[in-house]
């Protein structure tokens, strides 16, 4: 039995420039960071006692007896990409899927560190990413960029630069301690109860693409800024709040299904009651709205979304992990005679 744990990120700018259709042609970078909430999938393999072969269990279950009648498209693409047969997987997360928070890419990432884990193999975090981000765009055909799959992996604060030769590297922030848990403490995260699939708002929001070029490259540029407010120690802190709100008002103009009204009215709110900035996680249209406070006016922010769902989070720097190995004696069926799936 595999058990992985894979973190939620966190993007905080550059969202959107990491779409390759754009970072192609203009370069990108996100600024993003993981924290202490994280899926778990359980992998191991079934054993031959069923009249099914592969069992899964997430927000349903599928009992199925060929990989190719499996509904899920990243565990059927998965388990194909993999030549995965005769799988029990679980999935549980610490918070809701279609929130904002790249909570599918950090399934791909958890299952496929899972699968390379059961056939005993190890698999660095830049494999795993470049896995997930294929299986994703590429077999599942699903709409969106490349930051979730690389952020999931990886772990950690980092600046994603995409490159226009359709590579990407990941760069560390470098931030003093201190620094960095005062920005974790100024920042807010309320569950605004709306959810939605993020390839469903990506294509929603390609209509016009030509348009949105301008906030694009803003957006891009905005990366540079608020690396340089965490990395100087003699830049205002509050400067990275004020920053969240440019971009925040930069990306609403890059999509008609980015916001609602109703999301509009619960910033706006924030905003009011002190938040220097702030953003909604994600690609848009529901999910986690994040504002950064200053400690004087917290008190009167967390009145003013009392209504919302407040999650307190700790910045981590881990990316997926494994976290329970017992590998299994396992040989193909139609090597076996019998039941051969056992703890060795």
Request: neutral net charge; aromatic residues 12%; contains cysteine.
């Amino acid at each position: 039995m595999i058990i992985t744990k894979t973190p939620f990120r966190m993007s905080f700018f550059g969202g959107g420039t990491d779409i390759e259709s754009f970072f192609r042609e203009h370069g990108g970078a996100v600024l993003s960071t993981t924290f202490d909430k994280y899926c778990y999938v359980n992998v191991r393999h079934l054993p031959r006692f069923f009249d099914y072969s592969t069992e899964l269990a997430y927000s349903k279950m599928e009992r199925v007896t060929d990989v190719k009648e499996i509904n899920h498209p990243a565990i059927r693409n998965a388990m194909k990409m993999l030549d995965m047969h005769e799988i029990r997987l679980t999935y549980e997360a610490d918070l809701p899927a279609r929130s904002g928070l790249g909570t599918s890419s950090s399934f791909a990432v958890g299952m496929l560190n899972a699968f390379h884990c059961l056939k005993g193999k190890y698999t660095c975090k830049k494999k795993l990413a470049d896995e997930a981000i294929y299986l994703e765009r590429e077999l599942c055909q699903e709409a969106g960029g490349w930051q979730d799959q690389i952020a999931a992996s990886f772990g950690g604060m980092n600046r994603i630069e995409f490159n226009r030769n359709g590579t990407y590297d990941v760069k560390p922030i470098i931030i003093h301690p201190d620094r960095k848990r005062k920005l974790n403490e100024n920042l807010l995260m309320f569950f605004t109860g709306f959810t939605r699939f993020s390839s469903e708002m990506q294509k929603a929001n390609a209509d016009g693409y030509a348009d949105k070029i301008k906030q694009l490259q803003q957006m891009y540029d905005l990366v540079d800024e608020a690396e340089k407010v965490l990395e100087d120690k003699h830049c205002n802190l509050d400067d990275f709040g004020r920053l969240l709100d440019n971009t925040w008002r930069l990306k609403r103009q890059t999509g008609g299904a980015i916001t609602t009204d109703c999301i509009d009215g619960l910033y706006e709110r924030g905003k009011k009651a002190g938040a220097l900035g702030g953003k909604l996680l994600g690609a848009g249209g529901g999910g986690f709205l994040v504002f950064y406070v200053q400690p004087e006016k917290k008190a009167a922010v967390m009145e003013a979304m009392r209504d919302l769902l407040y999650v307190p989070f700790t910045f981590e720097d881990s990316g997926t992990q494994v976290i329970h190995y017992a590998p299994e004696m396992y040989e193909p069926k139609k090597m076996a005679g019998s039941f051969v799936a056992k703890a060795i």
